[in-house]
């Protein structure tokens, strides 16, 4: 497993994991419309502009494996005055999953704050109906902060949830002992 800073150069694949992704995991939360006609290209044109106009804070990491993209994160630093970082993107194959790799980009993210030395954790937003990824954060650590009702994405109205980590200290020392074990 190669874990490295993302570049232009990725854009295509990481559009592409990512609409499959959601195409997988949100057939609940967005039109079948959305998923199956219009989500490649919607990530293809977020991808393309976020490598185009990167924002300062921006922090993108892909993982592969035999040369192939299993899985990717995409946060931006010092996002929130109080919960910090922001986790906009975290998505694996479904061919890749329970390899711990999800896991591994996160720990990556924790250590790089830790390097910057921010003070502050990191957050995400997390779809409710994307069950597998919320039973994974709740297993990680993630703290509930609050649901919402949304439309910031796709064509539907949604419930997503706030995970928050605040204390990387104490991530990292549970991504090691989760590792161990």
Known sequence: MVFKLASAEDAQRIAQLHALSWQQNYREAFS???LDYEVVKDRLT?????????????????????????????????????????LDNLH????????????LLMQRLAEEIKVRNHAKGFYL?????????VTFYDRIGGQRF????ANDIGDKIFSKTRYVWSDMDAFLKLVASKNRG
């Open 32 to 34: 079948a419309h959305f």
């Open 46 to 86: 977020v991808w393309k502009e976020r490598f185009a106009h990167p924002k300062e804070n921006q922090f993108v990491i892909i993982a592969e494996e035999h040369g192939e993209l299993v899985g990717f994160i995409c946060s931006y630093f010092e996002e929130n005055p109080v919960f910090g970082a922001y």
């Open 92 to 103: 694996v194959s479904a061919n890749a999953k329970g390899k711990g790799i999800g896991t």
């Open 125 to 133: 937003w997390v779809l409710d109906v994307n069950y597998a990824a």
């Open 146 to 149: 609050e649901s919402v009702e």
